[in-house]
């Protein structure tokens, strides 16, 4: 079965340094997605990219974060001067046709900021 | 906005008992409604969903889940417990714009034997 696959799963970082989570959907969905879960908390909405752009992005997903997929099949996540509170597990997901299709989640990556 | 309320963060039944988990939603658009399960350690899988059609719908596990419009909810179920069935449960509605869901705080099922 098709996976959305995750890298790293587990990631330190150092406060204030650039870190970039890399995901891998599956090969022909066209909606791609990032969600964050901060331990004990839900799981919350970060953006959603669909044709090369972001078509919809939360009030977390602020200036720090960035998305892109640079080749066709990746798609990263970037923040940039990581904060402490930016600890999380960081979810990627696609679907074929929007929301309402269901997700395919990947396994996550798990960000630890020290 | 689309948002879902689970009641009950902690869930405990006995193998082999019913299993109830609880989800009420608000939205003002007809909602897209979805139960996800979280094992430890990994992602997020999709149990079932409720777009149009028929509410009662069955997902994967033995699970199944009711829409009901005028309680405006939408409740997972599964008539026999199993051990392999404790994890984190959450419930979702998809945002206005069809791109986003919106997830519930989530519920912990722990299955008893």
């Known amino acids: 079965e098709p996976e959305v696959t995750q890298t790293p799963s587990h990631q330190v970082t150092q406060m204030g340094q650039e870190v970039i989570l890399r995901c891998v959907p599956i090969?022909?969905?066209?909606?791609f997605y990032w969600y964050r879960q901060i331990l004990g908390q839900k799981v919350e909405f970060l953006v959603s990219?669909?044709?090369?752009?972001?078509?919809?992005k939360s009030e977390i997903f602020d200036d720090q974060f960035s998305v892109e997929r640079p080749d066709g099949s990746n798609f990263t996540l970037k923040i940039r001067s990581t904060k402490l509170e930016d600890s999380a597990m960081y979810f990627c997901?696609?679907?074929?046709?929007?929301?309402?299709?269901?997700?395919?989640f990947g396994s996550g990556t798990r960000l630890t900021v020290v | 906005a689309q948002s879902v309320t689970q009641l009950g963060s902690h869930v405990s039944v006995s193998e082999g008992a019913l299993v109830l988990l609880r989800c009420n939603y608000s939205?003002?658009?007809?909602?897209?409604l979805f139960w996800y399960v979280q094992y430890p350690n990994q992602g997020l899988q999709l149990l079932l969903k409720?777009?149009?059609?028929?509410?009662l719908v069955k997902g994967i596990n033995g699970f199944e889940a009711e829409f009901k419009k005028s309680e405006t909810s939408f409740h997972l179920t599964k008539p026999s417990a199993h051990m392999s069935d404790a994890a984190e449960y959450f419930c979702?509605?998809?945002?206005?714009?069809?791109?986003?869901?919106?997830f519930g705080k989530g519920t912990s099922l722990l299955v008893t034997p």
């Open positions: 990219f669909y044709n090369n752009e972001i078509s919809e």
């Open positions: 997901a696609s679907t074929s046709q929007g929301s309402g299709y269901g997700y395919t």
């Open positions: 939205s003002s658009v007809p909602p897209y």
């Open positions: 090969s022909n969905h066209l909606y």
């Open positions: 409720y777009t149009t059609g028929a509410t």
């Open positions: 979702a509605v998809s945002s206005n714009s069809g791109y986003a869901l919106n």
